[in-house]
């Protein structure tokens, strides 16, 4: 799992944006089924975990910018896609590459590419459509999943779990393929 953080962080830098977008919305159905028993990943299971590690991300990240001072004056600050309305939008993006879900409670997710304009708009309202920074996103689910790593890489069922997730072999899978690096 830190090498799929790790590589999305990369792909952020090397301005992939299509790439560092898709793969921050796999995240949390990644580690909703990590942590869970049966290792299988399911919309409540995402939606859960989105709104434990990740959704919190946004005000902290705010507040933490602001003079300490002021910080306390801050009460109401709450990032406006939920858990749910990431999932569709999570579904709507994945499976038919589009930023419109039927059910959605906003028209279209409009993602801004960073270094576009000086003005940063995260999380705003357009008439209908939600507005979010690309960049701040997927810090936000990156940051989420270090934090939920750090206090669940010992849970049993996340220790089952990461023995089957994905990884690079340098030297290959015996007995499949030895002598060339592979992902299995």
């Known amino acids: 799992m830190h090498a799929l953080i790790d590589q999305i962080e990369s792909s952020l830098a090397s301005r992939q944006y299509y790439l560092s ?96 304009t000086t003005n940063v708009i995260h999380y705003g309202r357009m008439n209908d459509a939600l507005c979010i920074d690309l960049a701040h996103f997927c810090t936000e689910v990156l940051q989420g999943a270090r934090a939920w790593l750090a206090g669940h890489e010992g849970d049993p069922d996340v220790q089952r779990n990461l023995a089957r997730f994905v990884q690079r072999h340098p030297n290959g899978l015996a007995p499949y393929i030895v002598g060339v690096p592979v992902i299995g």
């Open 21 to 116: 977008l898709f793969t921050s919305l796999s995240v949390p159905d990644i580690a909703g089924a990590l942590g869970s028993e049966n290792g299988e990943a399911t919309g409540k299971k995402f939606a859960a975990w989105y709104e434990a590690w990740v959704r919190p991300r946004f005000r902290e990240n705010v507040v933490a910018g602001l003079p300490h001072d002021v910080r306390h004056h801050i009460k109401d600050l709450e990032n406006p896609l939920d858990g749910d309305s990431c999932y569709q939008f999570r579904c709507s993006l994945l499976h038919q590459g589009s930023t419109q879900h039927p059910k959605s409670k906003f028209t279209r997710i409009i993602f801004i590419e960073p270094g576009a």
